[in-house]
């Protein structure tokens, strides 16, 4: 197993064109299916990183800024932030893209998976290279949010 990887070697872009079959009564992307969406993108992120199986054990953050319509082209960028030693952070941030090429952000999420093995038992994961000022600000982040979240579990929420 690699010891350290770059956070640009899992970073992975996805790109959907919603269609009726994804919208709520409203005629908005219906929430479920984005988080469907950025799940899966989280742990494409997070397989790519551990290099093996992973599941989902925490969405901590997701934030819907802006509604979505049919016909609209939806981006989903994500990327680690933090790695502890089984557990990995993944932000999923979502766009809407025009035909020009401009994206309007609309959502932002983080999502904690972990790698497993076959039985489901976690395992170690490589470590996170942080090379960028963005990549420092990012990790800094996920330490208080994990930090924060380790608080819940002993508070019991």
Known sequence: MDRVKRVQDSETEQVYIIRSRHTNPQGRLFGGCLMQWIDEMAGIVSRRHSGGLVTTATIDSLDFQEGAYQNDMIVLVGRLTYVGRTSMEVRVDTY???????????NKAYIVMVAVDGDGHPVEVPGLEIRSEA???EWC??????QLRKQRRIEGF
């Open 141 to 146: 982040g996920g330490e208080k949010r994990y």
């Open 135 to 137: 990549e420092k600000m």
């Open 96 to 106: 809407i893209e025009d035909l020009k090429g401009r994206r309007r952000s609309i």
